[in-house]
């Protein structure tokens, strides 16, 4: 008895070196992948993505677009002009203006589009989950804070994103990534003079 369960030892033990250089493969392909899409997203200068956002089985159509530090997003009746400092969120039904900082620790699409893909060198660990058939899915836990966790899924063959689900105890957003599309024209900044009727609402 003694024998078998040295046996058992010996198995698991062996077992676990062979997982090890595998779970390091997947990590080092997870890092390389990330650096490759990012350097894929910066190389685009300023591009337009079309997307859908799923949360709570509903379903919204809108697109972003990043030049630099600056962005703009526009999704049902919100438009948002964002800049490196502050950021414009113009309601169109409720006409209202709301002013306030802008989150540049953020990589999340709705909050910071500028660095939605800058993930290098953060604070998440990537992991590889799966890649087949030109696909590849990460993991993205932050270390700092395990109850915050991001899911990337990309086309290996022009490292562009393709769908990102971000997660918070429990619950999830969900973005499908439709189309990117390099920026034709340079995005405006917020212009107050066409939202003159609006109610200001400042909270930086």
């Known amino acids: 008895m003694q024998k078998m369960k040295n046996y058992k030892v010996l198995f698991f033990m062996a077992l676990g070196a062979l997982l090890i250089p595998f779970a390091s493969f997947g990590q080092d392909r997870a890092a390389e992948l990330l650096r490759k899409m990012s350097d894929e997203m910066r190389s685009l200068g300023g591009y337009r993505a079309a997307f859908s956002i799923s949360a709570d089985e509903e379903q919204l159509l809108g697109s972003f677009a990043v030049e630099g530090e600056r962005y703009r997003i526009e999704l049902a009746d919100v438009e948002v002009y964002g800049e490196a ?41 990537p992991v590889l989950l799966s890649e087949s058939a030109g696909e590849a899915t990460l993991s993205l836990q932050e270390e700092a804070n395990p109850r915050v966790k ?14 990102i689900i971000y997660g918070m105890d429990g619950l999830e957003m969900k973005i499908q990534i439709h189309a990117i599309t390099p920026l034709k024209e340079s995005l405006s900044a917020f212009d107050r003079a066409q939202y003159e009727t609006y109610e200001l609402i400042d909270f930086r």
């Open 150 to 163: 991001i899911r990337l899924t990309m086309d290996v063959k022009n490292n562009r994103p393709t769908a």
């Open 85 to 125: 400092a502050e950021r414009y969120e113009v309601n169109k039904t409720r006409r209202e203006v709301t002013i306030m900082q802008t989150d540049t620790a953020s990589v999340d699409i709705l909050s910071n589009p500028a660095h939605a893909f800058d993930l290098v060198g953060r604070q998440y660990k």
